[in-house]
Structures are given as structure tokens and as C-alpha cells.
């Protein structure tokens, strides 16, 4: 009948719509494969060549963006070749984390922001140095407020000085430094400002946070191996080392500039700062964590993001001139032609937080225009290889993605 006829033609032609679109479905999964593949050759190709600047140095690097996942490694550390699946030292990215762990004890009533440090901190003092924190950094620390640790605004003064550097690194394998050592240390360093009137980079800020999470949970500070970093991340690794060997999670061992090339791997881990600088992952979980907190925004809510992305420039210091701080995140323009004052919305701008630590260097963040994070670590603390690294990665997508690198990484002309 007709109506048979008509629904036989309907139906051939749902059939033949249907097998164009599968068609085309199943073509541009290729092509999209086949552009993740270019991708992930692309950044291949500069962790292959910033590994050969190093001397053949253990890179591993990942880029996260709504696709998904591309991580890559290149070189060697000794006689060991770096693989995607290897864990490094990450130092100061350890930061962000820390300060993750404050914004969301703020947020939980569990802490205040604007109460001075010593309302936290003096229990743990008194009882580990028989001295409260203005005993121990002087009538400047009085007023000194948590949001200014947290900001870098506190003017406490660097315990990361060369000499202390090389004291623990010489004695790493004898001594397990403690977070109260540390503080100690710090503490002998002249004060840079008055709490609230610059902004300077100094690790000991984060180290102190450390004992302000620990007061929440305890008012021993020989407990400081039991504070739980974890709280900030739902994945197994980051890992945050306390007294261990570091290679109990560290995977691939990193060499040290300090003139002797001191491998680092299995020394007692009190020797990477504790909570301004003790955090062992894969590339790929940094990537992830930067992707949840930056692009996802799912773990902080919009109140305590902005607070920690509400950046200012280090005015004295390391950084003056090149970086805005926020808690725990900085701006940064990684253009080595252009390193200056840095804004959000430039290409070459992110934000995130670097690392350096003994025989490890790292970087990761988000790249506004892409939408994307990005993160990567190196076994070795020594040279060059590192510098123009985020460049060349966001050179390298932005061909693939827009046709067009966006970035000038050339840096020639200022090694010179």
C-alpha cells in the first residue's frame, strides 16, 4: 500500500542520515585522535629538548585541558630513564596545597584569618622551645596574622639561606631537621618588614602555617609527622613526607647544584621544609589538582578562591618586579623577554606556583586562554634546562591548537 511505501522511505532515508552521522561521529573521533597525537608529539619534542639543554636531565611534563591528559618524559637521572608513571620532588608547589589546607579550615570556623599567629602556634612554642613566638622573632611578630603568612605580607624573615641550605644538606643523612629547627633558624634571619607593609617571598611563612594546622589538631609539635596534608586532595598522591626516606614515595632520584652533585633520594625527608616544601608526586596529579581548584573551581568554593588569587607584587626580594603573590598561587609572565610586571589576560601569563628544592625543579598552573594546567618536574637543580620550559609547552599547544605559537620563548639575548 502507499503508506507501507512511504514508511519504507522514511526509513531508508532515518538509515542512510543515520549512517552519515555515524560516519562522521567515527571521523572526527579520528581526527581528534589523531590532534591529541600531534599534541602530545609536540610537547614530547620540548621536554626532549629542554632535557637535552640539561645535559640529558630527567624531565617529566603533563598538560590537562578539557580532552583530557597528555603526559610525557625525556632523559635520564644516572643511569635510570624517566617514564611517565615517575614521581619527583616538587618544593615550593607544596604551597598552593598549604594553602588550600588554611582557606579551607577558614572556611570550616576553624581558624580566623585575621587572628595573630600566636593565638595558634604559642601552645606548640612553649612546649617544644620553652619560647612563645614573640620570644623566639622578636616584639616585629606581635601583630603578625595568619592572612599574612598566608600572603606573603608578614615580613618574617627566609629561613632558606645558603648557609642553612648547605647545613642540612650536609648533614641529611645524620640529622632528620624538625619543623621547630627550622623555625628556629628562621628566626636568626634579620626582619624584612613590619607585618602588612611588603610583600616577600619567604618560605618560613608556610613552614609556620604548618604549625598553625598542627594547633588545630594537636598541641604537641613532635606530632608534626601526624598533620594530614591530605585533607586538600580526594587522590592517594600528592604524598607529603614528614621524617622518611624520600624515595619511600619518590621514584626516580635528583641531583643537587651544590658542587658535589649530591644525589638526592633516600635522605630523611625534614629536609624539605615540611609544609612550604615536602610534596612527592606524578606530574599528571599536579595537573589535576590545578585543573580542580583553577578550571573546575571544585575545591574551594568562589569566597576562598578569590582569596587566594587575589595577588599583589613581591615588593622586596626575590620576584620584585616579576611576580604578583597571592596564598599560595602567584602570577607569573613566562616569556623570558618579557619578565616584568605580570597581567592575567597576556599571553605567557599564568598562574600557580614554582618549585625548587634540592635536586628538583618544577612549575605548574593554568593558562587562562587555554583553559588549561599544565605541570612538570626535573631530577636536577642545576642550570639552565628549566628556564623558558612553560614557554616552549605553551608554544608548542598553541601551534597544534590555534595554528600559531602565541609566546616569543627566545632567550638568548639575556643570558648574555
Known amino acids: 500500500s502507499a503508506g507501507v511505501g512511504l514508511k519504507r522511505v522514511v526509513l531508508f532515508l532515518f538509515l542512510r542520515v543515520a549512517s552519515a552521522m555515524a560516519r562522521a561521529i567515527a571521523a572526527g573521533a579520528v581526527l581528534a585522535a589523531a590532534g591529541r597525537l600531534e599534541l602530545g608529539l609536540a610537547l614530547k619534542g620540548v621536554v626532549d629538548f629542554q632535557s637535552k639543554l640539561g645535559g640529558g636531565v630527567a624531565i617529566q611534563a603533563t598538560y590537562q585541558d578539557a580532552e583530557g591528559q597528555i603526559t610525557v618524559a625525556a ?148 606530632d608534626w609527622v601526624q598533620l594530614d596534608q591530605h585533607i586538600v586532595t580526594p587522590h592517594s598522591f600528592p604524598e607529603f613526607l614528614d621524617q622518611e626516606p624520600a624515595n619511600k614515595y619518590l621514584t626516580i632520584p635528583g641531583y643537587s647544584q651544590d658542587g658535589n652533585g649530591t644525589v638526592i633520594f633516600d635522605q630523611p625527608s625534614g629536609m624539605h621544609g615540611w609544609t612550604c616544601g615536602n610534596m612527592v608526586a606524578n ?45 599560595g598561587l602567584f602570577i607569573q609572565q613566562v616569556q623570558p623577554k618579557k619578565m616584568k610586571a605580570p597581567v592575567l589576560g597576556e599571553w605567557g601569563t599564568t598562574l600557580g606556583h614554582g618549585g625548587d628544592t634540592f635536586g628538583f625543579v618544577s612549575d605548574q598552573g593554568w593558562i587562562p586562554q587555554l583553559n588549561a594546567t599544565w605541570s612538570y618536574a626535573g631530577a636536577s637543580d642545576t642550570g639552565y634546562w628549566s628556564f623558558s620550559l612553560t614557554c616552549n609547552m605553551i608554544s608548542a599547544v598553541t601551534k597544534v591548537l590555534l595554528g600559531n605559537s602565541t609566546v616569543d620563548c627566545s632567550f638568548r639575548e639575556i643570558l648574555v
Request: with cysteine.
Open 75 to 222: 632523559g635520564k637521572s644516572g643511569n635510570q630513564s624517566a617514564t611517565a608513571e615517575d614521581t619527583f620532588l616538587f618544593g615550593s608547589a607544596t604551597k598552593t596545597f598549604t594553602a588550600t589546607a588554611i582557606m579551607r579550615a577558614y572556611k570550616a570556623g576553624k581558624l580566623d584569618l585575621n587572628a595573630t599567629v600566636s593565638t595558634y602556634v604559642d601552645p606548640l612554642l612553649m612546649k617544644g622551645a620553652n619560647q612563645t613566638l614573640v620570644e623566639m622573632y622578636g616584639p616585629n611578630a606581635t601583630n603578625m596574622t595568619v592572612w599574612h603568612l598566608v600572603s606573603m605580607q608578614s615580613g618574617i624573615p627566609d629561613f632558606d639561606v645558603t648557609t642553612f641550605d648547605t647545613l642540612m644538606l650536609t648533614t641529611a643523612k645524620t640529622h632528620s631537621w624538625t619543623p621547630l629547627e627550622i623555625l628556629q633558624y628562621g628566626a636568626k634571619q634579620p626582619w624584612i618588614c613590619m607585618p602588612g607593609e611588603c610583600v616577600y617571598y619567604s618560605s618560613t611563612n608556610f613552614v609556620m602555617l604548618g604549625m598553625v594546622l598542627l594547633s588545630l589538631q594537636s598541641g604537641d609539635p613532635a
Open 283 to 327: 606530574t599528571r596529579d599536579v595537573a589535576q589538582y590545578m585543573y580542580a581548584l583553577l578550571v573546575e573551581r571544585s575545591i574551594l568554593d568562589e569566597e576562598t578562591l578569590r582569596l587566594m588569587t587575589d595577588t599583589r607584587p613581591i615588593s622586596i626580594g626575590w620576584g620584585t618586579g616579576i611576580l604578583e603573590y597571592g596564598s
